[in-house]
DNA sequence: ATACATGCAAAACATTTGCATAAGA
DNA sequence: TCTTATGCAAATGTTTTGCATGTAT
C-alpha cells in the first residue's frame, strides 16, 4: 500500500463526504485538498495559501480560510493550536491526537503514546467532567537540531 | 494559611522578582498582577483589562498587552493557548501543567494528572526529542453544565 | 535628573464578511 | 438554470508599535 494510494484514498474519501452532503467539488478545494494530504508537516494556512498558489496562481487567502472551516466543520482536518505560534493543521489525522513540536524548525510530528487514554480516563474520574477531546503538544528539540 | 496570604506572598514574589531585574514597580502594574493573582478562573486578557479598570480607570488595553509580555518574558505567567478559544492566562501556577476546560461555561481547571511524566518520558525516548514543556488541555463538560 | 512606563493613536496581523461575478450541478 | 463558490475589498478583532508625556527611582 503506498503512500500515493494513501493519499489518492484519503482525497476520494473526503471528495465523496463533500458531494454526499451537497458541497461542491471546485479546483480550488481539490488542490487545498491535495496541499494538506500531501503535507507530512501540518501546514499553516499560509504555507497552503502558498502551495496552492504555484498550481493554481488565482486562488485567493479567503479561498483557503473558507475551506479550512469547511473541512472542520464536516471533521475532515484537526486545528492545532498552541502558545507561541500560529496555528497548524493536520489534514491527515482528523482526530484528537499529541503532537510533538520541534521549537527551534517549527517540525512537528505524532508521536504514540500508549498512556494517554489511561490518563483521559484518571482525569474524568477524579473531576467529574465527560471528556470529549484533547490537545496534547509536547515542546522541545528534535535530534536534528540538537546536533546544531 | 490563608488564601489571602497566598496571594500577598505571590505578589511580593512577582515584585521582588521585577525590582531585582530593574523593572519599576507601578500602580498599573501592581494592579494587573493583583487581578491575575486573585482570579481562579484563568482570565483573559480583557477578563484582566476589565477587572483592572474598575479600580484603575486609566489603565489602557496597551500596558495590560505590555505587561503580560513582561510576566511571560520573566516567567510568572502562564499563556493557555487552545483551538476554538482566545488565549488564557494562569499567574498562579507559571509552569507548565494540564487544564481541563468547559467547552460551554469556559470554566477552566488544574487536575491532577499523575501519569504525565510517565508519558512525557515516554515521548521523549521513543522519539530521540528533548521535552521542555508542554501543552495539555482536556476538553468536556463540566458537572454543572451536565445537568442543564 | 534621568531613564523607563504609560496612554493614545496608528500600524500590523490574522481572520471574517458582503457582494458582484463565475462556475458546478 | 439555479444555486453555491470564488475573489476582491472592506470590516473585524487582536496584538504590537511609535511617540509625547508622565512618573518611579
Redesign the interface.
Known amino acids: 500500500m503506498s503512500k500515493m494510494n494513501n493519499s489518492q484514498t484519503r482525497l476520494d474519501e473526503i471528495l465523496a463526504k463533500l458531494r454526499q452532503r451537497d458541497f461542491r467539488i471546485t479546483p480550488q478545494r481539490i488542490a487545498i485538498l491535495k496541499a494538506f494530504i500531501q503535507s507530512q508537516n501540518h501546514p499553516s494556512i499560509e504555507q497552503v495559501y502558498e502551495d496552492v498558489k504555484v498550481n493554481f496562481p488565482t486562488t485567493s487567502l479567503a479561498t483557503v480560510y473558507k475551506t479550512v472551516n469547511l473541512l472542520k466543520e464536516i471533521g475532515e482536518i484537526l486545528?492545532?493550536?498552541?502558545?507561541?505560534g500560529g496555528?497548524r493543521y493536520d489534514g491527515n489525522r482528523p482526530y484528537s491526537h499529541?503532537h510533538?513540536i520541534?521549537?527551534q524548525c517549527n517540525k512537528i510530528?505524532d508521536?504514540?503514546?500508549?498512556?494517554?487514554d489511561?490518563?483521559?480516563a484518571?482525569?474524568?474520574k477524579?473531576?467529574?467532567?465527560?471528556?470529549?477531546?484533547?490537545?496534547?503538544?509536547?515542546?522541545?528539540?528534535?535530534?536534528s537540531c540538537?546536533k546544531k
Open positions: 486545528e492545532i493550536s498552541f502558545a507561541g496555528n499529541p510533538l520541534c521549537t510530528i508521536p504514540q503514546v500508549s498512556l494517554l489511561q490518563m483521559t484518571e482525569v474524568a477524579a473531576t467529574g467532567y465527560r471528556i470529549d477531546s484533547h490537545q496534547v503538544q509536547f515542546l522541545g528539540v528534535c535530534p540538537q
